[in-house]
């Protein structure tokens, strides 16, 4: 068994500050013995309106993603983090998952495929349109070998479309990863069925780290309760949940943020293996009968 660990944190508008947060979990986790860390999705920040551009960074040489390879490199860490990639068309980013080995080396990246476009889910019942900031990627990334299994990745909103975590077992994913930012609202009502349901399903550890707390300046609040679940579906690690209500839009407010948390927890790919052999639902799909996801 390997230990690997879930990071939970309120990220700003500033990139600088957000590295800080990060590089120390990741140094908390090197030193528990932790070889794997997941931190949240758009770890480098949340922002409002049009900072999206300014802030977005190249994976290569931008100041957050260098912070979190060097880290990686200094700590022997592999590490999972979602953030804004710079250059997508209409001046956009994309939702990017970005997999980096224990060399600091770029080993994956995942561009989120189903954005985030809703119309009363949002703060006191508003629209969200993430289509706005964000070009949509445009493939399913195959699984990578990593110490802890095959790691498979997916963000936030894309767990509520289960054929692509189901395409991603067929590719022999061990484990899938959500990294999220979800709101309250539905959080409280979907964030741990919705988890559960893809790792029973898929018979795959299911990872989604989170942002937690209030981010004022931006209008916004993240749900927080990164959650671990096992592929028998029990929950083996999870972190606190924000219950606050949102508040209204104040760019010049930023309140003290919820404090960060790190989880730690085992990946044991036996475990895996009996739950699969137990239930060999993979072998049983009737592609035959509705056809191949
Ligand atoms: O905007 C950023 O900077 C980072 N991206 C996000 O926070 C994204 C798009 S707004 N959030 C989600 O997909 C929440 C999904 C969700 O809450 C649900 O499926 O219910």
């Given at each position: ?16 500050d ?24 758009a ?37 999972s983090?979602g ?18 080995d ?22 006191g ?23 802890i ?10 767990m ?9 077992r ?18 409280k ?12 399903e ?14 004022t ?7 927080g ?8 579906g ?28 790190l ?29 191949a996801?």
């Amino acid at each position: 068994m390997v230990l690997a660990a879930i990071f939970q944190f309120c990220a700003r508008q500033c990139v600088r500050d957000n590295a800080l947060q990060c590089v120390s979990a990741i140094e908390s986790a090197a030193g528990r013995g932790a070889k794997f860390i997941f931190l949240p999705e758009a770890s480098d920040f949340i922002a409002s309106g049009d900072a999206y551009k300014s802030l977005s960074e190249s994976l290569e040489t931008g100041h957050f993603m260098s912070s979190i390879r060097d880290a990686a490199k200094l700590h022997n860490m592999w590490v999972s983090v979602g953030v804004h990639e710079a250059g997508a068309s209409q001046g956009r980013c994309f939702n990017t998952q970005v997999l980096v080995d224990d060399k600091g080396i770029i080993a994956s990246l995942y561009r989120k495929i189903h954005l985030f476009d809703v119309k009363n889910v949002g703060p006191g019942n508003t629209p969200v349109l993430e289509s706005a900031s964000t070009e949509p990627g445009d493939r399913v990334v195959d699984p990578a070998t990593t110490p802890i299994g095959r790691v498979g990745m997916l963000t936030c909103y894309d767990m509520r479309f289960p054929e692509v975590s189901l395409m991603l077992r067929e590719k022999d994913a061990d484990i899938i990863t959500y990294p999220s930012s979800f709101t309250v609202k539905t959080g409280k009502a979907h964030w741990e069925v919705l988890l559960r349901a893809r790792a029973i399903e898929t018979q795959c550890y299911v990872v989604a780290a989170a942002q937690a707390g209030v981010h004022t300046y931006a209008g916004r609040t993240s749900y927080g309760r990164a959650m671990v679940v096992s592929p028998w579906g029990e929950i083996v690690a999870q972190l606190s949940e924000c219950d606050s209500d949102p508040r209204p839009y104040n760019e010049s407010e930023e309140l003290p943020t919820k404090a960060s948390e790190l989880a730690y927890f085992d990946i044991d790919l036996d475990q895996l293996v009996k739950v699969r052999a137990a239930m060999p639902m993979q072998e049983q799909r009737r592609v035959d009968v509705y056809g191949a996801r």
